[in-house]
């Protein structure tokens, strides 16, 4: 008996902690704003997370293949550029725009993926040339700050559409897409070539394809990320995205996703990812100077790490 | 395995050339195969490959750019790529054993705008760069305890604590960093000894140093042995924590000093005077042939490295590029040099 609830709480002990720190945090946010559960604070908080959570999303896809993706934010800001720089009109139009970005933003990490799979340069060097890469391409897309997206949906995205809260519709949407590849031999194939690429490969998958379609997988995450972004704000701006690299990098490591690879659910990483949000918030909030969200931000990495490493290293002494 | 296989056959093959002709020249045979097997083994090594690469862009550059023949432009490339460079060798130490600092950025500002302020109050040239230095060494080692004691992984490691100073700056200048004039910086920065700047001097210096530590030194054999295999190295003795401690705050130390040379350079601090050099640094000394998984490599690549990058940047820039097409074109070179001879064995 005991020993079954040790081999639970291991598998699970990133999660529920995770989940008891959201669920405090919660409780404190509820505190300072009562309105927190209402539809339009869930609309425009879910609005706000987006584009972390798509992000994080994505650096846990490579993250799972045992790569890194450097390049993400400058992916990501690719995406809202092109987005933001066609002139969508009309409803055609603005699903034209998203297509294009979201091609563009899947072609960038397949040429990673590439990259990586078949020149054999490890995926933390090719990931950081090719954000310079990425951010040069979108500099050169959009220069400045600028863009333009249709001011209605600006609105029914921030505000709700018809009572709907749009990004969380969106962000239920695109895990749902996660949850289902995960169930076929596709998703399999991703834990499988990250978890042991020689085994995988032994056991007839094409790894190198594998890789690619990871890779792209996540250009499409930090592709839709860019495009919420784009819509949140209103506009696009070439430099915004680079951030977004190590906020996605500390929300899936948070999340529990090993840096090796195989290990880690999509789960975690979206608590992480909401523990984050939340705790920028928070700390607005609470008034102190927002100087220190950047430290808070470090030191909660910092622990939370070290703390999973120790309890996991009570667990299997 | 390729490489190593190749030598073997390479060694094989001049081992029966020489029989055939040790029996008329014995000689001559030995000194020919030594010098083939010394041109293999130059083709082999990275480092080679990263001056290689510099010489034959430098000769492109004088040929064909407008301005790189001159004696000044000369100097004022070796200067600008010491800023670089200093922080690259740096790097080297600590991804030679397998880590890497990606909080070089948030210590070059910590740097400069710790001495910039502290210069422009109340205290002296000489308190103000000690204080600097003294807080780069403390980041390293808070680096190294993370990575040794706490076992998170150093790109977690040092992101934390390059977030942690980004932030912790931001309170200490309130949002304001402030400027200040060291003669001591000054002269570092644009001085210099018999017509060679003294950065540069600086930077020779550093890489004299650097490459005892890592290449003649107990400790540069245990960052070897560390990069190459950590669980075989501690299990044969390799002192992990004194190994790490050395590498980190050496790394931000250096990085603390190209902050003060920076700042002397400028005149004044900013909060993001140090992005440039995270990403640059990092690829300094892949470009310079050494491995970003550790075990492989040579300091002096790093060198070559960083002046590569300083003479792309430069050149990218005398072409009147914008800006986007700037970074497209050094991120298209970066990718084919590393195609061209930094590629990974496959496992």
């Known amino acids: ?317 | 395995m390729t490489g190593t296989t190749e030598t073997t056959t390479d060694t094989t093959a001049h081992a029966t050339t020489d029989a055939a002709t040790s029996t008329t020249r014995p000689a001559t045979g030995r000194a020919a195969r030594q010098r083939t097997e010394a041109l293999a083994a130059l083709r082999g090594s990275r480092p080679a490959w990263a001056f290689g690469v510099l010489a034959v862009t430098w000769l492109a550059a004088i040929l064909f750019a407008d301005g790189f023949d001159s004696v000044s432009n000369f100097r004022y490339l070796v200067q600008t790529a010491s800023f670089l460079g200093i922080v690259a060798v740096g790097q080297t130490l600590v991804v030679m054993m397998s880590g890497i600092d990606l909080s070089v950025s948030g210590v070059v500002a910590l740097s400069a705008v710790v001495c910039a302020k502290v210069a422009s109050g109340t205290g002296g040239g000489a308190t103000a760069i000690t204080a600097a230095l003294l807080l780069s060494a403390l980041v390293g080692a808070v680096n190294a305890a993370g990575v040794v004691w706490l076992r998170v992984p150093p790109m977690v490691m040092t992101l934390a604590t390059g977030t942690v100073l980004a932030g912790a700056l931001l309170v200490y200048t309130d949002g304001s960093p402030s400027s200040a004039k060291v003669p001591l910086l000054d002269t570092a920065a644009n001085g210099r000894l018999l017509g060679v700047p003294w950065s540069f001097v600086l930077w020779l210096v550093v890489t004299a140093a650097a490459w005892w530590l890592l290449h003649l030194s107990r400790t540069g054999r245990y960052a070897f042995a560390l990069g190459a295999g950590e669980s075989a190295a501690r299990a044969s003795g390799v002192p992990l924590a004194a190994t790490a401690f050395t590498a980190y705050v050496s790394c931000a130390l250096l990085a603390g000093v190209s902050g003060l040379v920076l700042l002397g350079f400028t005149g004044t601090s900013s909060l993001t005077m140090g992005n440039p050099y995270q990403l640059l640094s990092i690829a300094s000394v892949v470009l310079g042939g050494t491995s970003i998984l550790g075990g492989r490599g040579h300091l002096l690549g790093t060198v070559g490295g960083a002046l590569l990058l300083t003479l792309l940047t430069a050149l990218l820039t005398s072409w009147n590029l914008s800006e986007g097409v700037r970074q497209v074109i050094l991120g298209v070179l970066i990718i084919g040099l590393l195609l061209v001879y930094a590629r990974e064995r496959r496992t």
């Open chain 1, 1 to 317: 008996m005991r020993e079954k609830l040790t081999v639970a709480a291991r598998g699970n002990t990133d999660l529920l902690g995770l989940l008891a720190l959201l669920l405090v945090l919660l409780v404190a946010y509820q505190h300072y704003d009562s309105s927190l559960l209402t539809p339009a604070s869930i609309t425009i908080l879910s609005a706000q997370f987006l584009p972390l959570i798509l992000a994080a999303a994505g650096q846990t896809t490579v993250m799972l293949l045992g790569g890194i993706d450097l390049s993400l934010g400058a992916v990501l800001g690719l995406s809202m550029a092109v987005f933001a720089i066609y002139e969508a009109q009309g409803a055609g139009g603005v699903v034209t725009a998203m297509v294009l970005a979201l091609c563009v933003a899947v072609a960038a990490g397949a040429v990673n993926g590439t990259l990586v799979a078949y020149a054999g340069l490890p995926p933390i060097v090719v990931t950081l040339a090719a954000s310079f890469l990425w951010g040069g391409v979108t500099l050169v897309v959009l220069p400045q700050p600028g863009g333009h997206v249709p001011g209605g949906l600006v609105t029914a995205y921030n505000n709700g559409w018809n009572g709907v809260a749009l990004p969380a519709v969106a962000i239920a949407g695109v895990l749902a897409v996660w949850k289902l590849l995960r169930t076929t031999r596709h998703g399999l194939a991703l834990y499988a070539v990250g978890g042991n690429e020689h085994g995988a490969y032994a056991s007839g998958l094409h790894t190198r394809g594998v890789k690619i379609a990871g890779y792209g997988l996540a250009g499409a995450f930090a592709g839709l990320a860019g495009i919420g972004l784009a819509i949140q704000t209103g506009s696009a701006d070439p430099t915004i995205g680079v951030p977004y690299t190590l906020n996605s990098i500390a929300a899936s490591v948070l999340g529990g996703i090993s840096f090796f690879g195989g290990v880690g659910r999509m789960r975690g990483t979206v608590l992480g990812a909401l523990v984050i949000g939340l705790l920028t918030n928070l700390l607005l909030f609470t008034g102190i100077s927002p100087f220190y969200q950047l430290i808070m931000q470090g030191v909660i990495l910092v622990v939370a790490l070290a703390l999973k490493t120790y309890l996991t290293r009570e667990a299997t002494v």
